[in-house]
C-alpha cells in the first residue's frame, strides 16, 4: 500500500504573519518531498483567544468547540492539524508540541511557536524545523527505533541528529530544541544519544531542513508499514 499524504490543515494567532504561514507550508512540502509522499497545506481559520502557559492549553483549542474555527471539527480526516500561536520566546511555551499519532481514521494535532521566526532574534530555518518536528511526532513511533532514550513517547528525539564543524553544529528537525537553541532561548534537556552522535554539542547552531538518515527510515517505515 502506498503512504498516505502529508495532508495538514492550518491555524494560526490573528498577529501571525502571511509569511510565516507560508514558510510553514514550504516547511510541510519539503518534509513530504523527503518521504517521498505527496502532501498538502491548507489555512483554515484565524485564531483569536487567550495565551497559554503551557502547550495543553493551545492542544486543548484544537479539540474545544467553543472556540470559533480552530478545532478539530475543521480538520479532516486523515489530516493534521497545526496552529501557530505567538508568544515571546521567553515564555514557557517556546517551540511546540504535538498530540496523538497519524491514522487514517483519527485526528491529530501540533502546534508551533510563530516567534521563532518572527522574534528579532528569530531564525526561519529553526522555525521551518520546529514545524517538522512537531509534525514528525504523528509520523514516528521511535520507541524501538531510535538509538536513545528519552522518556515516554519522546525517543523520536534520539533519531535526530547533530553534526560538529569548526564554531559550528548543524541540528537535523528532530534534534531541534534539543540541541543549542536561540540566544536567550533556553534548551530541552537532549535524549541519551542522537542519531550517530554522542557527544554534548557546541558553538553557533545552524538548523539544516534535512532528515537524518535515522528519521527518514523510521518515519518512512511508520508511513509505510502502518498503513
Known amino acids: 500500500m502506498s503512504s498516505p499524504a502529508l495532508d495538514v490543515t492550518l491555524f494560526r494567532d490573528e498577529d501571525v504573519d502571511n509569511d510565516t504561514l507560508i514558510v510553514a507550508s ?27 502557559d503551557d502547550y495543553d492549553g493551545y492542544l486543548s483549542e484544537l479539540e474545544d468547540e467553543d472556540v470559533p474555527g480552530v478545532n478539530v471539527d475543521f480538520i479532516p ?20 508540541a504535538s498530540r496523538s499519532r497519524l491514522r487514517s481514521d483519527d485526528t491529530c494535532y501540533a502546534v508551533v511557536n510563530a516567534q521563532l521566526m518572527e522574534s528579532i532574534v528569530g531564525s526561519e530555518s529553526a522555525f521551518r524545523n520546529a514545524v517538522k518536528h512537531e509534525l514528525l511526532h504523528s509520523l514516528m513511533n521511535g520507541d524501538d527505533n531510535c538509538p536513545g532514550t528519552h522518556g515516554p513517547r519522546s525517543d523520536d528525539h534520539s533519531c535526530g541528529h547533530v553534526e560538529d564543524s569548526l564554531f559550528q553544529a548543524t541540528i537535523t528537525p528532530m534534534a531541534t530544541g ?50
Open 26 to 52: 514550504d516547511a510541510i512540502g519539503n518534509l513530504a518531498d523527503q518521504l517521498g509522499t505527496d502532501s498538502s497545506a491548507t489555512p483554515r481559520g484565524k485564531r483569536d483567544g487567550p495565551d497559554h
Open 77 to 96: 480526516d486523515g489530516n493534521q492539524g497545526l496552529l501557530l500561536y505567538k508568544r515571546d520566546l521567553d515564555s514557557d511555551v517556546t517551540m511546540g
Open 178 to 227: 534539543y540541541a543549542l537553541s536561540l540566544p536567550g532561548v533556553g534548551t530541552n534537556p537532549p535524549p541519551s544519544e542522537f542519531c550517530g552522535y554522542e557527544d554534548d554539542p557546541s558553538g553557533d547552531p545552524n538548523w539544516t531542513p534535512d532528515l537524518s538518515e535515522c528519521t527518514e527510515s523510521e518515519a518512512t517505515r511508520w508511513l509505510n508499514e502502518e498503513y
